[in-house]
């Protein structure tokens, strides 16, 4: 297993390789000039020209991937041309706080979805089936930003509940803190849910007709046992990428919420990068956000190894 972990991780290595050249590609290449909008329209030609030299943007583009390369190696991110601030701090600031709404979200999402999904799978075709159906249907449906608008209008508006937009402060405490956190958590742990029942209906119900389901229910089995300890297992291997996708996609900055929420975390970060030609942030943010999809597909590998034995052997083969 071990052997296994460091191969795929040095497998990381061309992957990252390839998409740098990509994320440098199409953010150099992208059209608007970040030199005249850092300087304004007032600046002339003279200035637009030695604010160029100064940031290297005057040199060809093989020199500058390989300054820029050279120094994420190094992990040294740039400079923002928007704040002037050290890029790894801007990220610092922002990552934690994904961090925290993706897990929570992501937590939500499994203890409601995955019992629904199961509820829905054992009273297949019948009321409770047909209900379960129509609300993931629903949550599909809904798109997150409406989603938010409405609940900042009741919650925050109307009810004067919980705050609109932001995510607090260390001196409030924990407590208060949290309330920042329950709109935009509602918000991605709606459709979340939705999908993680879904695959969960469809997985366990194609395993509740397997051969070995009806022999451990032959030979005497409880159906608690049945199910939780043959079938449920069995049934979590699609699941487990479903899940490992969406925590890489929360975890790369839920772009939407947090920009109709106001929450300082690394999509609101990747939206403005974006609207003030940020090139250096924008270019850190994509990189983290491959990385972060490469290593969620190895965790996800490795917990196939977890659930499915047939996978370890095949691996020590």
Not at 204 to 218: G, K, P, W, Y
Not at 252 to 274: D, K, M, Y
């Amino acid at each position: 297993m071990q052997t296994y972990v460091i191969r795929r991780l040095l497998e990381l290595i061309p992957a990252l390789f390839a998409a740098s050249i990509l994320i440098f590609l199409m953010i150099t290449l992208a059209p608007g000039d970040p030199v005249a909008m850092r300087l304004g329209t007032e600046a002339t030609p003279a200035q637009i020209a030695a604010e160029r030299t100064r940031l290297g943007l005057d040199q060809s583009l093989p020199v500058r991937y390989g300054i820029w390369l050279a120094d994420v190696v190094r992990l040294d991110l740039g400079q923002s041309l928007y704040t002037n601030r050290p890029v790894t701090t801007l990220i610092a600031e922002a990552f934690p706080k994904t961090v925290q709404l993706a897990l929570i979200s992501l937590a939500l999402s499994l203890l409601i979805g995955l019992p629904m999904g199961m509820l829905a799978a054992l009273r297949q075709d019948r009321p409770t089936d047909t209900v379960i159906t129509g609300l993931n249907a629903l949550g599909l449906a809904i798109p997150n930003f409406w989603l938010g608008i409405l609940m900042i209008l009741f919650f925050s508006v109307q009810l004067r509940w919980l705050p609109p937009s932001g995510a607090g402060n260390a001196d409030q405490g924990m407590v208060a803190n949290l309330r920042y956190l329950v709109m935009p958590v509602l918000s991605i742990a709606v459709s979340n849910l939705s999908v993680f029942a879904r695959f969960t209906r469809s997985a366990l119900i194609d395993v509740l007709a397997d051969d070995f389901i009806r022999t451990a229910r032959a030979k005497g089995l409880a159906e608690r046992v049945v199910i939780n300890r043959h079938a449920l297992k069995n049934a979590l291997i699609p699941v487990v990428t479903i899940v490992g996708i969406q925590f890489g996609r929360l975890l790369g900055g839920a772009v939407v919420t947090e920009s109709v929420f106001a929450f300082p975390g690394i999509g609101r970060l990747t939206v403005t990068a974006i609207l003030n030609r940020d090139y250096p942030v924008v270019q850190a943010i994509l990189l983290l956000v491959v990385l972060i999809f490469l290593v969620a597909n190895v965790v996800v590998d490795l917990l196939y190894g977890y659930l499915d034995p047939r996978v370890r052997l095949g691996r020590a083969e």
